[in-house]
Nanobody, 121 residues
């Protein structure tokens, strides 16, 4: 069974850094776009950053210059390096990936369980 497992969240002071990791496991035929979303209390889930299989990257304006998304196709993993964190970055961060399982050959989106990022002094 295909699943995404995230790690790396936590509590950090304003101006600090965190690195989120997400690994896809299971019998996987291929992975397309991968990305990170976040959802703050009382707000809708928003796309933070995404990266295509070919390496094209998109960031939401609020994190440009502070966050860096990357992927390691050999490890079926995507990462989010977050620098200069602000209190408004506080949210649950979710990993997302378009995956074709080996046994189905139909691509669909998968979600991680979410990891809490809290930026506070």
């Amino acid at each position: 069974q295909v699943q995404l497992v995230e790690s790396g969240g936590g509590l950090v002071q304003p101006g600090g850094s965190l690195r989120l990791s997400c690994e896809a496991s299971g019998r996987i035929f291929s992975i397309g776009d991968m990305g990170w979303y976040r959802q703050a209390p009382g707000k809708q889930r928003e796309l933070v950053a995404s990266i295509t299989g070919g390496g094209l990257i998109h960031y939401v304006d609020s994190v440009k210059g502070r966050f860096t998304i990357s992927r390691d196709n050999a490890k079926n993993s995507v990462y989010l390096q977050m620098n200069s964190l602000k209190p408004e970055d506080t949210a649950v961060y979710y990993c997302n990936a378009d995956i074709t399982p080996a046994q189905l050959h139909v691509m669909r989106p998968y979600w991680g369980q979410g990891t809490q990022v809290t930026v506070s002094s």
